[in-house]
């Protein structure tokens, strides 16, 4: 199903794409502004949509270019209505890489909030008060900065495969084997996305919030029985080269005999 998309354009080669769902969601918020104010609506929840998903690109370039800079592929990122993910060649097995690469997206979110806060500023009673953004180029921009954060905050919950949860594993590693970290990753992060899920659904009504987690839940299993299969062909190409080049235990030099004492 991931390869229903459409290719848009290349960034320092990676190419951006967008799956046909995501179509879905910008005709459904382009009708809901038209139910309320006509064309305004129209363009104003599209206008909406498009610049919170070109944060969402920062977000995935942030990731691609760290990855990039360590010698590592980037296929593509893909758009898809819960989000983009980036698909890389392969995930770096050093954890210290692993970590400036999960964390170079948030990273970039909370560069852009950085910046609109030192431009706009925050409303009055932002964010836990009662606030309100204007109707104005102002207000937009604050409402652009709050994404921002929320998205940067979102990701560090660690919920495997999100960067949270990437993050998790990398730290895990530095002490653990890498398949024990990544099975401990994703099972700590299966336990907290059917939490969020049900939370999302029970209390908040967000439907679309429990899609985005059961999507999270199925791939950190993916990605689990993705490194153990790789771990299995590699410890049986091991087995494989040792049985056809064995190694001979090195050769002791021999014993010097003692000298010979004269009288």
């Known amino acids: 199903m991931l390869g229903w998309s459409l290719n848009l354009f290349r960034v320092r080669g990676i190419q951006l794409a967008v799956h046909f769902s995501f179509f879905l969601l910008l005709a459904l918020v382009a009708q809901e502004g038209w139910a309320d104010e006509r064309w305004t609506g129209v363009f104003w929840n599209v206008a909406t949509l498009l610049v ?25 990122i893909l758009l898809m209505p819960i989000g983009g ?11 210290s890489k692993e970590f400036l690469i999960t964390l170079a997206g948030p990273a970039v979110n909370f560069g852009i909030a950085a910046v609109l ?31 921002n954060l929320l998205m940067g905050c979102f990701n560090l919950v660690p919920v495997f495969p999100m960067d949270g949860g990437r993050i998790f594993r990398a730290i895990l590693a530095t002490r653990l084997p890498y398949l024990r970290a ?3 990753a994703a099972s700590v992060g299966k336990v907290l ?28 299993e993916m990605e689990y029985r993705a490194v153990k299969r790789r771990e299995i062909e590699d410890a049986h190409w091991r087995a494989m080269l040792a049985q056809l080049y064995p190694v001979s235990p090195p050769v002791s030099p021999p014993a010097e005999e003692p000298p010979l004492l004269s009288r």
Do not use: K
Not at 58 to 73: C, K, R, W, Y
Not at 85 to 94: K, L, T, V
Not at 195 to 217: K, R, S
């Open 85 to 95: 993910m980036a698909e890389f060649d392969s995930i770096p097995r050093e954890p």
């Open 117 to 147: 806060w030192a431009i706009v500023g925050v409303p009055q009673g932002w964010p836990w008060g009662d606030y309100d953004f204007p109707a104005n180029a102002t207000g937009f921009a604050q409402l652009v900065l709050h994404w």
């Open 52 to 76: 919170f998903f070109t944060c969402v690109v920062l977000h995935e370039l942030g990731h691609s270019f760290t990855a990039i800079h360590f010698g590592v592929g980037v296929r593509r």
């Open 182 to 184: 990544t099975f401990i």
């Open 193 to 220: 996305a059917v939490v969020a899920a049900v939370i999302a659904v029970y209390f908040y009504h967000a439907v679309l919030t429990a899609v985005l987690f059961a999507f999270i839940f199925v791939a950190g």
